[in-house]
């Protein structure tokens, strides 16, 4: 997490789970939030480098330490545009080792997907929406 003020990094989080992004584990958009919103409400971190809000920046590696598809999930998305008015921005690395990035305000459902991964995704958001109106 960047100060977009200052350019100060705030925090950091990591994650060691396989290209296969498993659910049930904490990814490093959550990690490097959670740490954030705890300095933030400790008063670590100056209101001056909030000013601006503040720029994800995630980046992913396989093991061979190539660079891979870091665009949030869809989980972390929706945390991510939850709290637009802080995450203002947020920057990913493509499967073509490019640097990716979108305005929080704009979401992230349709941006840099394959086919197959749209179809999967807009069923599992359609799946979703369903159990809410339940
Ligand atoms: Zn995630």
């Known amino acids: 997490m960047v100060s977009n003020k200052t350019g100060d990094i705030l925090s950091y989080g990591f994650n060691c789970s396989l290209p296969n992004h498993d659910r049930t584990s904490i990814h490093s958009e959550e990690n490097a939030w959670y740490e954030f919103k705890r300095l933030w409400k400790n008063r670590q971190i100056s209101e001056k480098k909030l000013r601006s809000g503040v720029t994800m920046i995630n980046l992913a590696l396989t093991p061979s330490h190539t660079i891979r598809m870091s665009k949030p999930c869809k989980k972390c998305s929706n945390f991510i545009t939850k709290n637009a008015n802080v995450i203002r921005e947020v920057h990913w690395s493509d499967a ?26 807009l069923k599992k958001a359609k799946k979703k929406k369903n159990n809410k109106n339940m």
């Open 96 to 121: 073509d080792g490019q640097m990716r990035s979108r305005k929080t305000s704009e979401g992230f459902s349709d941006a840099t997907l394959s086919s197959g991964d749209k179809n999967k995704h």
